[in-house]
């Protein structure tokens, strides 16, 4: 399972920093796909996304949920053992709910 704090990949203007590795940076952008996508609909259960499994050789889709009173945003493969929850991602650019954006 992956647990990620969606600040932990972004510079301090709020994006994702173009100098960063190659595999966080894609590990990153899967993220903010994420957080857009689960942001525009606040699903309270697990609800499909159009967004691909990155894991290797999987070709199945994400769905993603917004948990309880913490917010944090779970998704998971429909079709592998792949998850995480991404905390932290409020205000963030890819937060569709909130006015304020870091």
């Not at 966080?24 to 899967?30: G, T, V």
Request: hydrophobic share 30%; glycine share 6%.
């Amino acid at each position: 399972m992956y647990i990620s704090n969606m600040t932990h990949f972004l510079d301090e203007t709020g994006n994702l920093p173009k100098e960063m590795p190659r595999q966080a940076r894609e590990l990153a952008s899967f993220m903010a796909l994420v957080v857009d996508s689960t942001t525009r609909k606040s699903p309270k259960t697990l609800a499909s996304t159009d967004i691909r499994c990155f894991k290797k050789d999987c070709q199945g889709l994400i769905k993603s949920e917004i948990l309880g009173k913490k917010d944090d945003i779970h998704w998971v493969c429909n079709e592998c053992d792949n998850e995480g929850v991404i905390s932290v991602w409020q205000g963030t650019r890819w937060d569709n709910n909130s006015g304020k954006k870091l």
